[in-house]
């Protein structure tokens, strides 16, 4: 595997992103709605000088957790089949590189162009709210701006993969949007419902939720707001309380498994898939 | 050895330091009797301790007043109390008080009190149990002192300050942390004003203390604020309840109180801002709640059920998680949130203010479903921030039936907080925020300057084609006996249809070979199996490399050009060619080489959309060309082209056969065959049903072309007639004449006809009809 190839490629797939619309509507939406949002959590609460980035990035999970799963899915899961469905892909896979180099060449450029539309909303949204004088919890900030990235790289993974699995855009936008219902709703909705019908336990609830990386991402820097997960009950102070130092680690752990295993997945398919 | 001066010059000095410290402290300790000289005071007298450190425990029996200079230590032996008063009206002003025992037991405290008007002030508090203990002691003042408690689990702490029927005390301006509790129980009419308390359990618990007053504490970081129970007539003013975060982890617990009055307190960053649970107590009790601000707290005010009469106004409510949270099932009622026509401030309110009075138009109300099933369902709150927590409300606003009761309305909302100042300490600067969106902005940017300008991987311009020194064949000579591609028995299937069996294939340098057979006959598959494109049986080696073991080795020996001519439409022509040249490691000179080559030098500045499809066939010889590749693959050679550009693109490949290249390649086209190919691979429904030279494959095949043929109409069915007695298959269609020839005599139908006396007007040539000729099914195996 050469890493001037996975270069080549990754190159070319952020050019094509500069190049697409997706680049522009979600760097401009992100970073309208991460202002809009840092706006809101400041407009009433100025006064006490209490709020600042702690109670931004309260509002700010929420945006993520909605729209950059949508990001990174709705990017990664055509990115082979659309490539497969034009022919492209075949023309690329005849020239002398391998499958992974075409690959990871592909995830490193959409992470590229993903990471950096992230980081221009997340760069504007911080210049503004600095400009307004709010500055507590720069320290949470960034730990809000890493996990989004990580966020994005997982969502990416498992975007890939869905590309791998599929053969045209169309069935893979529809797969992409399906996952991405059950990340942020479904899941929820059903662990919900179980928690109230069966009476899970509160261990179990908490490592349920550690399934869904938009639960890990959320609580992740709710922590880092806190230096602990009290604020979400029972279930956090367990979580505190059973893992303490240790659960920053449980939490980058479980997203760096998020981008790591559909990765692994998404290789093991691509090397065995019939490009035609 | 050269350190060994320095090393006996420190050890000198730290020597002489521990010796001059030892010496004082003995000095001062002997040269004056603490003890003693309390037990020979009268009433009264003032004695003035100086410096040094006194052994405990210290027993006051005399109403005196001991003032110490500074640094005086008073240390226990780690047992029991360090300094006992039994005397009243004691002062104790300027001490360090070190080293209690550990008992709870025995409430091992810095300073026990048993007197009443007893006044500690200005101590210094260190590894203490409890700190300052008044037992009866009425009429005391707790002032100034810093207590810091024992390094123990909170459980196994004693109390900073505990107040045990002692009445009308004060304490003030006293700093407690690490301790347990401070405690004041039993007393009456106390004032509690500007204490600090941090890191305890409870910074203040207060039982059975009527008429107390609370003003100017500072309740920080500790697992409840203040629970205060059974009292009456209670006054909070200027008191900050900040991050207490325990397990109950309130601001304020009010435990069956009665005529609480709160104003201008800040409630910010608890679990719980206010917790109410029967208070007020008695049914004749009103409390009031002024100008406080419940701010960024997981629940802003939490009431049991039954809780009445309490009256909110003028209150900030901002970024409570939950504003309002009624704890088990049943509803608040009787509690008032207007006065005077005035409400509260609340953040999360939607309405308007069309009068511009200040106060909003439509009612504030806290009604959440979300909220609901959190407060019956604590567990719940796991997903709180969750997109789920919005669908949860949005269902509970679109479906009235899921709708919950309304905790609180207030009437008269303001739409501007209450500007009430409250000091917050220093805010940290402004540069790390700015510094650190900067960074990010910068980042971004230059990866998109990256991605713009291709710094990420930019060939060599000086770089010519790879040195092919693995590929044995990279200049290879015409004709030579070694194959450069070699396919053995490769086989590949689609579920139960067979695509291509038993495959094989040598294709030597300089040798042209085309696959040829009807649409569905496995060329197309067969050469992407080669490709390494189709996961297949049988093997396949390319200039003596595995195109699956080693495909990159393999595949930069092959220039391939696809059927369907798919590129990236929007990119330039030469954009395109720079991008497969990098691919390749070639350096950009040869993009303008290949475009020369193959006739699209005028045309590199378009963009491949804008490409005519003969000129995309060019563009696709010209990217398989580019690394100057012993062997070229091209599906459909000739598909996209016209007349004219087939001619040319025929030429080009001959000449780049005749430089000693392989070729395999698929045409329909007999008349592309007999010019380029050497030989020719008949292929029916996946098989190579025959092999023969390009001059006989017509021939060999049975191969037939048909003529269409426009006569006049009212001599069409004569003209079908006399062709059939020539022998031709023919017939009527529509207006014209069909008839079958061999592809070399396709002349002699007009010649019949001619003879015939029947005039044809127009005809033309359709295309060799090779499925009849190959007599296989689509769906079979051969036949």
């Avoid at chain 2, 713009?452 to 200049?475: C, F, K, V, Y």
């Amino acid at each position: 595997m050469s890493l001037r190839t996975i270069l080549i490629i990754a190159h070319k797939e952020l050019r094509d992103a500069l190049r697409n619309r997706w680049f522009v509507f979600y760097t401009v939406a992100f970073s309208v709605l991460a202002m809009a949002m840092a706006y809101l959590s400041l407009a009433g609460s100025g006064m006490q000088g209490l709020a600042g980035f702690g109670r931004t990035t309260a509002g700010l999970v929420n945006l993520v957790i909605l729209l950059v799963p949508l990001m990174g899915l709705s990017i990664a899961a055509p990115s082979l089949s659309g490539e497969q469905e034009q022919g492209t892909l075949a023309y690329l896979l005849a020239q002398p590189i391998t499958r992974f180099e075409a690959l990871f060449g592909k995830y490193l450029g959409l992470s590229t162009s993903l990471t950096a539309a992230l980081a221009i909303g997340f760069g504007i949204c911080g210049l503004g709210i600095a400009a307004n004088g709010d500055t507590a919890g720069v320290g949470v900030y960034l730990t809000l701006v890493v996990m989004t990235f990580a966020l994005g790289l997982a969502m990416l993974s498992v975007g890939i993969l869905i590309s791998t699995l599929t053969r045209k855009a169309s069935p893979a936008i529809g797969m992409a949007i399906v996952v991405w219902l059950c990340l942020t709703l479904f899941s929820d909705l059903g662990l919900m419902g179980s928690a109230l019908a069966f009476k899970l336990r509160i261990q179990d609830l908490f490592g349920l939720a550690l399934i869904n990386p938009l639960q890990v991402f959320k609580m992740s820097v709710l922590h880092s707001m806190n230096a602990s997960l009290d604020v979400l009950g029972p279930a956090g102070i367990y979580a505190t309380q059973a893992y303490g130092r240790w659960l920053s680690a449980l939490f980058i752990g479980s997203i760096l498994g998020w981008i790591i295993l559909p990765l692994v997945l998404a290789s093991l398919t691509f090397s065995r898939k019939s490009v035609s | 050895m050269r350190c060994r001066p320095s090393i006996w010059i420190w050890g000198a000095f730290i020597a002489i330091v521990g010796v001059v410290d030892l010496c004082a402290s003995r000095v001062d300790a002997g040269s004056f009797n603490l003890q003693e000289a309390v037990d020979t005071a009268g009433p009264g007298d003032r004695i003035s301790v100086p410096a040094g450190a006194y052994p405990g425990p210290l027993l006051i029996n005399q109403s005196v007043e001991l003032i110490a200079e500074p640094g005086t230590i008073i240390q226990g032996d780690g047992k029991g109390d360090v300094v006992q008063i039994h005397a009243p009206d004691v002062t104790l002003r300027g001490f360090i008080i070190r080293s209690t025992g550990k008992s709870l037991d025995r409430e091992n405290a810095g300073i026990t009190v048993l007197a009443p008007r007893v006044t500690i002030e200005d101590n210094v508090f260190e590894d203490v149990l409890f700190g300052v203990y008044l037992k009866k002691a009425h009429d005391s003042v707790i002032r100034n002192n810093r207590i810091g408690g024992k390094d123990l689990p909170v459980a196994r702490r004693g109390d900073g300050i505990r107040l045990w029927y002692s009445p009308n005390s004060v304490v003030e301006n006293n700093t407690v942390s690490n301790s347990r509790d401070v405690v004041i129980w039993f007393s009456n009419n106390t004032t509690i004003r500007d204490n600090t308390v941090t890191h305890g359990r409870y910074g203040l618990h207060f039982m059975y203390c009527d008429d107390t007053v609370l003003i100017g504490n500072h309740l920080e970081d500790n697992s409840v604020g203040a629970f205060l129970m059974y009292s009456r007539r209670l006054v909070l003013e200027d008191n900050r309840f900040i991050r207490n975060h325990g397990p109950s982890g309130y601001g304020v617990g009010l435990k069956e109180v009665d005529g609480v009055e709160a104003e201008d307190n800040l409630f910010a960053g608890n679990r719980v801002g206010i917790y109410f649970d029967n208070s007020p107590a008695s049914v004749d009790m009103v409390q009031h709640f002024t100008r406080n601000v419940v701010a960024y707290n997981d629940i802003g005010l939490a009431f049991m059920p039954s809780i009445e009469r309490n009256v909110f106004t003028d209150n900030n409510l901002i970024d409570n998680v939950e504003q309002v949270g009624v704890l088990g099932s049943g509803q608040l009622k009787n509690n008032q949130f207007v006065v005077d026509g005035r409400g509260n401030y609340w953040s999360d309110y939607t309405g308007f203010d069309l009068n511009g009075d200040g106060i909003g138009d439509i009612s504030y109300k806290a009604q959440s479903l979300f909220e609901n099933l959190m407060d019956r369902e604590p567990k719940l709150r796991l997903f709180l921030f969750s997109p789920v927590q919005q669908a949860v409300e949005l269902a509970a606003k679109a479906v009235p039936t899921f709708r919950p009761p309304v905790k609180i309305t207030d009437e008269a909302p303001l739409m501007q907080p209450v500007p009430i100042f409250i000091e917050t300490g220093s805010e940290p600067p402004v540069w790390p925020t700015a510094t650190a969106s900067l960074v990010l902005l910068l980042s971004a940017s230059g990866l998109l300057m990256c991605g713009m300008t291709g710094t990420l991987a930019r060939p060599s311009a000086a770089a010519g084609p790879t040195p092919m020194t693995e590929q044995p064949h990279s200049n290879p000579s015409k004709r030579t006996s070694e194959p450069i591609l070699m396919a053995g028995r490769i086989t590949k299937r689609f579920g139960r249809l067979t695509a291509v069996k038993d495959f094989d294939l040598d294709l030597r340098p300089g040798e042209a070979i085309a696959l040829w057979g009807p649409n569905g006959a496995g060329k197309t598959t067969a050469m992407r199996c080669m490709l390494g494109l189709i996961r297949c049986r049988g093997t396949v080696t390319i200039n003596g490399f595995d195109v699956r073991k080693r495909p990159k080795h393999a595949k930069r020996c092959v220039g391939y050009v696809p059927q369907e001519l798919a590129f990236y439409d929007d990119w330039r022509a030469k954009e395109l060619l720079g991008f497969f040249a990098k691919i390749k490691r070639v350096g950009r000179d040869r993009v303008s080489a290949v475009l020369d080559e193959v006739g699209l030098a005028e045309h590199a500045s378009k963009r491949v959309g804008e490409l005519s499809g003969g000129m995309k066939q060019r563009l696709a010889l010209a990217a398989a060309l580019l690394a100057d590749p012993p062997i070229l693959m091209l599906d459909e050679l000739t598909a996209n082209l016209d007349a004219a550009a087939r001619d040319s693109f025929l030429g080009l490949l001959c000449r780049q056969r005749d430089l000693g290249k392989a070729i395999l390649f698929t045409s329909h086209r007999l008349r592309e065959i007999e010019a380029l190919a050497d030989g020719v691979l008949v292929m029916a429904c996946g098989e190579v049903v025959s092999t023969c030279e390009p001059r006989k494959l017509a021939e060999a095949l049975g191969l037939k072309s048909s003529l269409r043929l426009w006569i006049d109409p009212d001599r069409l069915n004569e003209a079908v007639q006399q062709l059939r007695t020539e022998g031709y298959d023919a017939d009527r269609n529509g207006q014209t004449v069909r008839v079958k020839v061999r592809p070399d005599e396709k002349g002699k139908p007009l010649e019949a006809l001619s003879a015939a006396g029947i005039a044809v007007r127009d005809f033309e040539v359709d295309s060799n009809d090779s499925k009849s000729a190959t007599g296989c099914s689509e769906h079979g195996g051969a036949q």
